[in-house]
DNA sequence: GACATCTTCGTACAGCGTACGAATTTGAAG
DNA sequence: CTTCAAATTCGTACGCTGTACGAAGATGTC
């Protein structure tokens, strides 16, 4: 009990793989026995990401990537731990490609910027949907992209937990309006139908079986929703309304405490 | 061309499964020749829910499902067409299972409820939300909570579609909130640390990796949350916070319309 | 009794992530 | 130059998934 036991090094290794860029590299050029990696980390997470791009999420596999080089798939895994590091890499060197413009001086306008960019690379990059679940990915990239959203809304008179959440709330937001497109979009390719064409192609069999329920307001809105953009829902209003409302709300809540 | 041709039912088959238990059985008792169904649809959908609740979305398999009935794989398929439409089913019939309480007559409780019913059904069920991603699913429970969702804010002062949209936004926030938390149980699950753990252990590699880069605010607002709350985040307070904003937001809009 | 219909389910296939270990290539040490 | 250790490449194999196919068995109707 009087020796320190070993530390088997708790510390997650894809940490120095994110950063891999910015450490100022104590002792980088180390021994550098063996071969030559014939492509590089950057290359394979760029890669990844133009096929996620392209096909989707579930077309990157590590098979297709190592293919794309030339390279057996294993060989990847000398490159990334795992698939699922992969995708952090993916995403963090994906948000490095959005560039992050001057914030605004009017507090409405900058609060939402954070939001439109946050919903323009998900639009840019679908798949960052379905990473988030994978893991909180603490990148580079991402850390910018998180002060730069933490000045968006400093000096408004949000307490520091407040601005935090205040973030999170239009990130969520932004992040669901383009779910919910994505899955439009989806379910376009997998039906072959456009919204439109479900709805007529299901009309008799929907009226049929909803023919015990009773759904007043639930019609009214679906016939005002489908005069209004012929479709159940349109991604672009629903932004603008739910992120002015928001909007509304925070600068409601800071103007309250402090009224000038 | 005087023909109409043979239209190949364009419909969507799981509607129909969907709404098994109400459709008005126009000729419900036809032939029913071969063996009897040795469990029932809705036996099978209650199993794949308990399953999911215990062990998470993954773990619902056909082969594990079929196992639990002492059935083989493939005879899962007489019941079901394929995974997808048993995630759908399973979604509505874990709707179903969430009493609806009156509204209350007050209008912002009326929305608070709204999201909090769904925060909680969420938590519960937190494979939900990737089922989401499946498909919209239009059963009899959804179609339910949607028309009730719609009365909690009818009478507000909101158009048609700003009806819709609120209720988008108050579901989408409960469902990030729910996501969140999900995520911190999982990482929790995965790195077998607690989330004070988990930053303690890599403190000194992020410290190190980081040192080159100036997050000022992010680390002034993190060691607030970390004060806080021992974590980086809190759903309980997050979820009072966009909430109280979100409801400001959506008063304030029909308050400043119709003046009294 | 014959037949059509429905249920059951064993086998098989393609695809996935990746563990393992052998072969190869390279820089450093003697 | 030789020797050796370290790094990279990658073929094979395993367990897992959803599910297509077709055979076998059970049941109601004619």
Redesign the interface.
């Given at each position: 009990m009087s020796v320190v036991p070993e530390q088997p090094d708790?510390?997650?290794p894809s940490?120095?793989l994110l950063?891999r860029h910015?450490?100022?590299s104590p002792e980088e050029p180390r021994t550098k026995r063996g071969p030559k990696q014939k492509v590089s980390v950057d290359e394979v997470v760029d890669a990844a990401i133009d096929l996620a791009d392209a096909e989707g999420l579930a077309a990157v596999t590590m098979r297709a990537i190592a293919q794309r080089f030339g390279l057996g798939t294993m060989t990847l895994y000398s490159y990334v731990p795992n698939r699922d590091a992969l995708l952090v890499l993916m995403a963090d060197q994906a948000t490095g490609r959005t560039v992050l413009p001057d914030l605004p001086e009017n507090p409405r306008k900058r609060l939402e910027l954070v939001a439109r960019l946050q919903y323009d690379e998900l639009r840019a990059h679908p798949w960052l949907l379905?990473v988030?679940?994978v893991?909180?990915w603490?990148g580079?990239n991402m850390?910018?992209r998180?002060?730069w959203q933490?000045?968006a809304v400093?000096g408004l008179g949000l307490?520091?937990?407040?601005?935090?959440?205040?973030v999170?709330?239009l990130m969520?937001?932004a992040?669901?309006i383009a779910?919910?497109e994505l899955?439009k979009r989806r379910?376009e390719k997998v039906?072959g139908?456009t919204e439109a064409e479900?709805w007529a192609?299901?009309y008799?069999?929907?009226s049929?079986?909803?023919?015990?329920?009773h759904?007043?307001?639930?019609n009214?809105?679906g016939t005002?929703?489908g005069e209004?953009y012929q479709a159940?829902?349109d991604p672009a209003?629903?932004l603008d309304?739910?992120l002015?409302?928001?909007?509304?709300?925070?600068l409601?809540?800071v103007a309250e405490r402090s009224p000038d």
């Open positions: 708790q510390s997650d940490l120095r950063w910015r450490t100022a379905e988030q679940d893991r909180p603490l580079p850390s910018d998180y002060e933490l000045r400093d307490s520091d937990l407040e601005m935090d959440q205040t999170a709330v969520g937001f992040g669901n779910r919910s899955m379910a039906t139908m479900w192609a299901n008799d069999t929907l049929e079986v909803m023919a015990g329920s759904y007043p307001l639930a009214r809105v005002a929703a209004a159940a829902t209003r629903e309304y739910g002015a409302r928001i909007i509304d709300g925070v409601a809540h």
